[in-house]
């Protein structure tokens, strides 16, 4: 199951205005995942006829400009007549559409062609405006060129990704019509009433020469780690109250000796859900116990330094959001720069760091998951919540799947951002791998909501052990968590049954946000 498919059901459409200013992550969001129809400002088109006219004059002079009249990376050093600046400009797109191996999802191809569109709406490409009116009406026309997995090096922007989304402009290549099937693009642009471009001076260049395809999965992940992290937050605290620990250390003086603003948030979020919990507290009851464990009692710290992390991928992404981002740029003062905006790291730093920060989220619910089976720490629960254990296995599979993606986010949090590799005859000698770390990035949220799906799973069936127990009552609101996960599909105690549907079913719970959106009934929002 595709955790993102999931997510994406629950956003719809509507229209986003693109102007000469930066768009917002909702807007992208939008667009990506729930097909909004985009319309150009006036002011956008406006700019980008300006810049163009710059451009055409550039054109006309005889001394060599880049990327108007060169060639390009290491063949720069090429003057191109103009008969052949428009071969020029389909040949570098042709040559540079060359990704390789499986196929994108939609969302992400639609927020990268997306995002370019917002760069060529600011005026800093010289593009002309047919362009991008080009490119926003295959946008809503829900065509979506095929994108590959690899050949973007994150550096001179997400080169071979955008060369496939410039080709379908152009009418060449393949690409998902409205009805998912991929189709030469010619022939759906034909269908939807959609002219080619004719790429003029730069405009191939201008297409392919930004970090979107990068930006776009940040901002994607994002959201969805967001959602992850209060999850995270909902899940430790059924586990803190299914094994008897204590709320105390949630208090929110303890928090505000040590300032950090994630720390705060999480710790309201578990008190919150704890609210009215008729067990927690009892650490002593039935064993000395003089403090929770470390991924009880430090699930504020961890979830919040991961919540400080995004906060902090957020102010990049807002950023890179408000940048133009090509080479070369066209200046508010008309001046026609070379520059180095292009280079991904800003953004593959935090895709990198994000991956860090899921890893461990997921890394410590695993750790309270464990806890809950092993009866030697669960403080009365039976053997891995087996009904009749030794007869039943109960969960115990459940924790090894759940270990294996714990395993495999501390593989995917391996930062790709160190690992430049040099190309273009060493005119490109340090790149960002930026797109890689976007990849690995959503690979790893995808983890970890099957991660948090487990717990949920585990914690919620020792929730219903314990009240059938005759201990509690429940705090109303895991109380609603555990109610609602029951009605999407993941049973409760019992003997032992064909198990992978309760945790698809918990999976998609956790991603659509139906567990936050059932706590926040008696919560109220929760950060």
Same mark, same amino acid.
């Given at each position: 199951?595709?955790? #993102? $498919? ?44 300006? $810049?163009?006219?710059?451009? !055409? ?67 800093? *490409? ?28 994150? +550096? ?7 060369? #496939? +989304?410039?080709?379908? /402009? ?40 930004? *970090? ?74 039935? &064993? ?9 009692? +430090? ?24 940048? &133009?981002? !090509? ?5 508010? !003062?008309?001046?026609?720069? $070379? ?39 669960? #403080? ?42 040099? $190309? ?5 000698? #340090? ?67 064909? /198990? ?28």
């Amino acid at each position: 199951m595709d955790m #993102h $498919s999931v997510v994406d059901e629950n956003v719809v459409g509507g229209t986003v205005v693109v102007g000469k200013a930066n768009v917002a992550p909702a807007d992208v969001i939008a667009v990506a995942r729930g097909n909004a129809r985009i319309e150009l400002s006036e002011d956008a088109l406006a700019e980008m006829a300006g $810049s163009r006219a710059r451009i !055409d004059a550039l054109a006309a002079e005889p001394r060599p400009v880049y990327g108007v009249s060169t060639g390009f990376g290491a063949l720069a050093v090429r003057h191109i007549d103009r008969p052949l600046r428009a071969q020029l400009q389909r040949s570098l797109v042709r040559s540079h559409a060359a990704g390789m191996g499986p196929q994108v999802e939609r969302e992400v191809t639609r927020a990268l062609m997306f995002l370019r569109l917002k760069t060529l709406a600011s005026g800093r *490409t010289g593009v002309r405006p047919v362009v991008a009116e080009t490119m926003a009406a295959i946008l809503n026309a829900q065509i979506t060129p095929v994108v590959h997995e690899f050949g973007s090096l994150g +550096c001179s922007g997400d080169l071979a990704p955008l060369s #496939h +989304c410039a080709l379908t /402009l152009m009418g060449e290549g393949v690409a998902y019509g409205p009805d998912g099937a991929v189709r030469p693009a010619g022939e759906l642009l034909a269908e939807a009433g959609i002219a080619p471009v004719e790429l003029a001076e730069k405009e191939g260049l201008a297409l392919i020469n930004g *970090t979107d395809g990068m930006l776009g999965m940040l901002v994607m992940a994002i959201a969805d780690l967001s959602r992850l992290f209060t999850t995270a937050d909902i899940t430790a605290a059924m586990s803190l109250e299914a094994l008897l620990g204590t709320e105390k250390v949630l208090q929110p003086e303890l928090h505000a000796i040590r300032p950090h603003p994630g720390q705060a948030a999480s710790a309201g979020n578990m008190l919150a859900v704890l609210q009215g919990s008729g067990l927690t507290g009892h650490h002593q009851d039935d &064993a000395p116990r003089v403090q929770d464990a470390y991924s009880i009692r +430090c699930a504020p710290q961890v979830a919040g330094a991961g919540r400080d992390t995004l906060s902090h991928a957020q102010l990049v992404a807002d950023r890179e959001l408000a940048a &133009a981002v !090509d080479n070369p740029v066209v200046l508010p !003062d008309g001046r026609v720069e $070379s520059n180095g905006n292009f280079h991904g790291a800003p953004v593959g730093y935090v895709l990198d760091f994000l991956a860090i920060a899921a890893a461990d989220l997921g890394s410590i619910a695993e750790r309270r998951t464990d806890r809950l089976l092993d009866k030697n720490r669960s #403080h009365g629960l039976p053997p891995f919540l087996a009904d009749d254990p030794g007869l039943d296995s109960g969960l115990m599979i459940a924790q090894y799947t759940q270990a294996a993606l714990v395993s495999e986010n501390k593989r995917l949090a391996v930062p790709a951002s160190v690992d430049s590799i040099p $190309s273009s005859a060493m005119q490109e000698d #340090h790149v960002s791998m930026g797109w890689s770390a976007a990849r690995k990035l959503r690979a790893a949220v995808d983890n970890l909501a099957r991660i948090l799906a487990v717990e949920l799973t585990a914690s919620a069936r020792a929730l219903d052990i314990r009240v059938a127990a005759g201990n509690g009552p429940l705090a109303p609101a895991t109380a609603a968590a555990v109610a609602a996960a029951r009605a999407a599909g993941v049973a409760g105690p019992g003997t032992d049954r064909f /198990l992978a549907p309760d945790l698809d079913a918990a999976a998609e719970f956790v991603a659509s946000g139906g567990l936050v959106a059932a706590v926040e009934t008696v919560t109220g929002p929760l950060a």
